[in-house]
């Protein structure tokens, strides 16, 4: 476990300590430039401020509290694992996007251009995947966090650090674009580890800093929150209208079969209630809803379920993310093969539904959508002596 010290972004500690030492506000205003305009992570980096400032602040907080303990790449993402200041681990995950003309590039070759503004950088955008809670407690039977219980909600502060951290990672590789502006992350989704609802107060503090134009200053298409559906934090998070885009993870058009795929979550949180909510989302905002949908081989890809989504879908502001399944060592399901999920999109879109399959980036960093926490969940299996995936018929 690393050494706590105080947050620098405790308003009331922050405030006390600049008062005690006589600091002059502009002060505090640089180095908040610092961390969100120049993504800096480290006092002493921070030129704008006197050698003795840098001390003194180093001495007393920390302006990221988790520590990265792994990091796992492949050619299209990769995953860090962090330890928090309890000696818990969570994941974020950073994905590389390419320049379609460039098919042969990768985030490996790309990181190996010396200069970040010569003609052979490829590297399109970077969408970061980030985690608002140590494990989960949702239980999707396809899902490897779920595997792992719920641990631990993260404070804002831990939801915050990964996006601070992973920026300054960036920074470091990549250093500034032809434009003189340093390359950052330019999407931000709350679709790492946990349910963000069930840690709605930490997230919409997060979101705060994410889109405040003191701060990062990212639009509302670029920072998207994904549930699963919780009813009463539902409602909340409507009353706000956060700036953000949302997705709702939906994965079966009835209550029955969602039941058996989202068995702890769908039984108390009923199918017909949340899409009444999810209506009136999209009349007060005029947002669209992203829903997103795992294709498991013959547990919601049939033809019948397809034109059943179509129609639940078809008059709704709505986009349907269809996500092949992805392994799970946990359990034994299969992705349904690249022609049944065609013949599924083609029903779905006869409906005027907009469909798009979704790509399988990460599988081999095993950082793809519902894979985090593969390591601490491949290790429980070989403390309990489990050899193989434990079969879970629906």
């Keep these: 476990m690393s050494e706590k010290k105080q947050s620098f972004f405790d308003p009331v500690a922050l405030e006390a300590f600049r008062k005690e030492h006589k600091i002059e506000p ?19 980096e921070i030129t704008t401020i006197s050698k003795e400032l840098r001390d003194l602040f180093d001495a007393h907080f920390e302006i990221i509290s988790l520590t990265e303990i792994k990091r796992v790449e492949d050619d ?13 681990v969570v994941e974020s995950v950073l ?23 010569d003609e052979g950088q490829e590297l399109n955008r970077m969408t970061l995947c980030i985690s608002s809670q140590v494990g989960c407690a949702v239980g999707c039977i396809f899902c490897v966090t779920g595997k792992m219980g719920l641990k631990k909600n993260l404070h804002w502060t831990e939801i915050l650090g990964q996006v601070l951290y992973i920026n300054n990672f960036i920074k470091t590789k990549l250093g500034k674009k032809e434009d003189g502006t340093l390359h950052k992350v330019r999407n931000i989704v709350f679709m790492g580890m946990g349910e963000p609802l069930m840690n709605y107060p930490n ?33 909340q998070f409507i009353d706000d209208n956060l700036p ?23 039984h108390v949180n009923p ?25 498991i081989k013959d547990k919601n890809d049939g ?19 269809m996500i092949p399944y992805n392994q799970n060592p946990a ?33 081999k960093a095993k950082s793809a959508c519902g894979q985090l926490g593969w390591e601490k969940v491949t290790e429980n299996l070989k403390d309990n002596n489990v050899k193989k995936p434990i079969k879970k018929p629906l």
């Design 244 to 266: 953000v885009a949302f997705a709702f993870s939906l994965h079966a058009p009835n209550q029955p079969l969602r039941e058996q795929l989202i068995p702890v979550m769908a």
């Design 26 to 44: 502009y002060r505090i205003k640089q180095i908040t430039d610092a961390i969100f305009k120049q993504s800096i992570i480290d006092f002493q």
């Design 331 to 363: 359990i034994d399901l299969e992705e349904s093969t690249p022609e049944r999920i065609k013949k599924f999109r083609d029903i779905v879109e006869s409906y005027k539904v907009k469909v798009t399959v979704r790509e399988n980036r990460g599988r």
């Design 76 to 88: 299209e993402t990769s995953k860090f694992l962090f330890e928090t200041h309890d000696g818990e």
């Design 271 to 295: 199918l017909d209630k949340l899409m009444a909510l999810l209506d009136e989302y999209t009349d007060k905002t005029g947002n669209k809803i992203f829903f997103e949908y795992v294709m």
């Design 303 to 321: 033809k019948e379920v397809a034109h059943e989504l179509g129609k639940l879908l078809q008059h709704r502001n709505a986009h349907l993310n």
């Design 203 to 235: 997230v919409k503090e997060t979101v705060g800093y994410l889109t405040d134009t003191k701060f990062l200053g990212l639009s509302r298409k670029r920072v998207t929150i994904s549930t699963s559906g919780l009813l009463k934090p539902l409602r």
């Design 95 to 117: 994905m590389y996007h390419f320049h379609q003309k460039r098919e042969d590039m990768t985030f490996n070759n790309a990181f190996q251009v010396e200069d970040a503004n």
